[in-house]
């Protein structure tokens, strides 16, 4: 599924100064999917006026189907920001580390991965072993690696660059941001 959004009308000049970036959400469940895009959201709203923004939502069940792997994992090597959304309290499915490693293995040109994990029960051996996991395929894929976890956001570094600014201004947007829903009952 595939959505685009955008702040201005762009004319044809527009589109030359102002870059479309591509963001693949992949989510767990309902939950996960509306915090997704609830991060989506805010970097739109706060990125909208530089940049065009276009997204593609892939829950992790239908990454079991090989057409649709095959097309979430194309989605995914050509993503600017990839976002994974999941519960923290079961490991990551092997239909979704298949996934991964499909769109690691090519060139892919993502500059951040940024992981929302639900830590309701703590850090429980699940969190570290999935957080660890999506770390570690940033790593691998020369992205920046985000996690927000018990309220928080942690940043790691690599060596892949965005264009001038851009990077820049969503680091600060992300960084900046401290009033991001939480998972819970009330909301």
Not at 5 to 13: A, D, E, I, K, Y
Not at 150 to 171: C, N, Q, W
Request: glycine share 8%; aromatic share 10%; hydrophobic share 45%.
């Amino acid at each position: 599924m595939q959505h685009k959004t955008s702040s201005l009308p762009f004319g044809r000049s527009d589109l030359e100064t102002n870059p479309v970036f591509n963001v693949l959400i992949a989510y767990d469940d309902f939950e996960a999917g509306k915090h997704a895009k609830r991060t989506y959201d805010f970097l739109v709203e706060n990125l909208g006026g530089d940049c065009e923004f276009a997204n593609q939502m892939w829950k992790f069940d239908v990454l079991g189907i090989p057409k649709l792997h095959e097309m979430a994992a194309k989605d995914a090597s050509e993503a600017d920001i990839i976002i994974v959304s999941c519960h923290a309290a079961g490991e990551l499915s092997d239909e979704f580390k298949a996934w991964a490693e499909i769109w690691l293995g090519v060139k892919c040109k993502a500059i951040a991965m940024v992981v929302l994990l639900d830590c309701a029960f703590g850090w429980t051996a699940e969190a570290q072993n999935a957080r660890a996991y999506l770390a570690e395929a940033a790593r691998r894929g020369g992205m920046e690696f985000f996690c927000e976890a018990d309220g928080t956001m942690h940043r790691e570094h690599s060596t892949k660059l965005a264009a001038p600014g851009t990077f820049s201004a969503l680091v600060g947007a992300i960084e900046r941001e401290t009033s991001f829903s939480r998972w819970g009952i009330n909301e």
